[in-house]
C-alpha cells in the first residue's frame, strides 16, 4: 500500500511539474513570437533602407528628409532572442517528464534546431548583416 501510495504522490508531482513547465515554455513563445515579428519587421525597414541607398548613389530622386531614418535602417543589426527558462527547467527535470512523444518531439525540435537556425541566420548570416554588406560599400567606396 506505501510503494502505490509513493507511486501516485511521485505521478501527481511529474504531472504538476509537467504543467507548470508547458505553461512557462508556452509564456516564453508568446514573448518570442514578439520578437521575431519586431525583427522581421525591422529588417524589411533595412531592405527599404538599402534602396533608398542604392537610389541615392545612383543620384535618382529621394527625399531628404528620410536620409537619417534610412541611415540607421542601413547601419543596425539584430539579435535573436529566445525565452528558454522554461525548457531548461524541462531538460533539467528530465526530457521525459512531457509525456507526450510528438508534443517532447517538437519541443526538442524548437530548441534544439529551428531557434538554433533562427540564431544563425540573424546574427551569423552575412546577408542579413545590412551594415556589414551594405553600409561598408558606402562608407570605403
Same mark, same amino acid.
Given at each position: 500500500?506505501?510503494?502505490?501510495?509513493?507511486?501516485?504522490?511521485?505521478? *501527481?508531482?511529474? +504531472?504538476?511539474?509537467? #504543467?507548470?513547465? %508547458?505553461?512557462?515554455?508556452?509564456? @516564453?513563445?508568446?514573448?518570442?513570437? $514578439?520578437?521575431?515579428?519586431?525583427?522581421?519587421? $525591422?529588417?524589411?525597414?533595412?531592405?527599404?533602407?538599402?534602396?533608398?541607398? *542604392?537610389?541615392?548613389?545612383?543620384?535618382?530622386?529621394?527625399?531628404?528628409?528620410?536620409?537619417?531614418?534610412?541611415?540607421? @535602417? !542601413?547601419?543596425?543589426?539584430?539579435?535573436?532572442?529566445?525565452?528558454?527558462? @522554461?525548457?531548461?527547467? !524541462? +531538460?533539467?527535470?528530465? !526530457? $521525459?517528464? #512531457?509525456?507526450?512523444?510528438? !508534443? *517532447?518531439?517538437? #519541443? #526538442?525540435? %524548437?530548441?534544439?534546431?529551428?531557434?538554433?537556425?533562427?540564431?544563425?541566420?540573424?546574427?551569423?548570416?552575412? $546577408?542579413?548583416?545590412?551594415?556589414?554588406?551594405?553600409? +561598408?560599400?558606402?562608407?570605403?567606396?
Amino acid at each position: 500500500m506505501v510503494f502505490v501510495l509513493n507511486n501516485w504522490n511521485e505521478n *501527481r508531482r511529474d +504531472k504538476n511539474a509537467e #504543467i507548470k513547465i %508547458l505553461s512557462e515554455i508556452s509564456s @516564453g513563445l508568446v514573448e518570442d513570437i $514578439e520578437d521575431i515579428h519586431i525583427n522581421m519587421a $525591422e529588417h524589411k525597414k533595412g531592405i527599404e533602407a538599402c534602396k533608398h541607398w *542604392r537610389r541615392v548613389l545612383n543620384n535618382k530622386n529621394f527625399s531628404p528628409d528620410s536620409v537619417q531614418k534610412n541611415y540607421l @535602417g !542601413l547601419t543596425r543589426d539584430f539579435i535573436s532572442i529566445q525565452n528558454i527558462s @522554461g525548457y531548461e527547467t !524541462l +531538460k533539467s527535470k528530465g !526530457l $521525459e517528464i #512531457i509525456k507526450k512523444d510528438t !508534443l *517532447r518531439f517538437k #519541443i #526538442i525540435s %524548437l530548441y534544439e534546431y529551428d531557434f538554433t537556425l533562427l540564431k544563425k541566420l540573424e546574427e551569423q548570416y552575412d $546577408e542579413m548583416q545590412f551594415q556589414e554588406i551594405c553600409f +561598408k560599400a558606402v562608407t570605403y567606396s
